[in-house]
């Protein structure tokens, strides 16, 4: 069955960095766009950051320049590496597969980001 196990998570101070992985399996991860998403307490869901099945990458504005999203086709596996945080990235974070296509979209349990003193 299909899986997304995100990890990495936890508390950090501000200006640290944190480094999420999103273990993929059950689905053949390289035809399918993966992204990160975060969601704050009484916020929606927003899209953090994208790479594409060709390895473009896009980032909400707010992040760019901070947050790198990476993948390793090998490991089934995608990555952010987050710097310079700020309390205003406290989310959980969610790990998304999708293949507009097919209408396919999978999504991890999330791993809670903390940044604070």
């Known amino acids: 069955q299909v899986q997304l196990v995100e990890s990495g998570g936890g508390l950090v101070q501000p200006g640290g960095s944190l480094s999420l992985s999103c273990a993929a399996s059950?689905?053949?991860?390289?035809?399918?766009?993966m992204s990160w998403y975060r969601q704050a307490p009484g916020k929606e869901r927003e899209l953090v950051a994208v790479?594409?099945?060709?390895?473009?990458?896009n980032y909400a504005d707010s992040m760019k320049g901070r947050f790198t999203i990476s993948s390793d086709n090998a490991k089934n596996t995608v990555y952010l590496q987050m710097n310079s945080l700020k309390p205003e990235d406290t989310a959980v974070y969610y790990c998304?597969?999708?293949?507009?296509?097919?209408?396919?979209?999978?999504w991890g349990q999330g791993t809670q980001v903390t940044v604070s003193s």
């Open positions: 059950g689905f053949t991860f390289s035809r399918y766009a």
């Open positions: 998304n597969a999708r293949r507009n296509d097919l209408g396919l979209d999978f």
């Open positions: 790479i594409t099945v060709g390895g473009t990458t």
